[in-house]
Nanobody, 112 residues
């Protein structure tokens, strides 16, 4: 059974930074595509960033050059470093392992 747990969310002022972590247990993370998604109130869940097995990464246009996804396969952790946060980044952030396993989400609120 694969479990995915996010952490690191919180309240931050506009222009601030946060680091989200996603820990995978129950399996090796090495063969998984890992992704960060987010869902704001009354919107659909959207892709934020992907980390491919090859090491390639992808980003939504709205976060490119502000967010960075990285992974440590040995520790089985995926990170999302978020800089220059904007109010519109406020959402619940979810981690996804491969095609099947989601975490419970962590709230990020950007507000002054």
């Amino acid at each position: 059974q694969v479990h995915v747990v996010e952490s690191g969310g919180g309240l931050v002022q506009p222009g601030g930074s946060l680091r989200l972590s996603c820990t995978v247990s129950g399996a090796s993370m090495r063969p998984f595509v890992m992704g960060w998604y987010r869902q704001a109130v009354d919107t659909q869940r959207e892709l934020v960033a992907l980390s491919h097995v090859s090491g390639d990464t992808e980003y939504a246009p709205s976060v490119k050059d502000r967010f960075t996804i990285s992974r440590d396969n040995f520790k089985k952790v995926v990170y999302l470093d978020m800089n220059n946060l904007k109010r519109e980044d406020t959402a619940i952030y979810y981690c996804k392992a491969a095609e099947y396993w989601w975490g419970q989400g962590t709230q990020v609120t950007v507000s002054s």
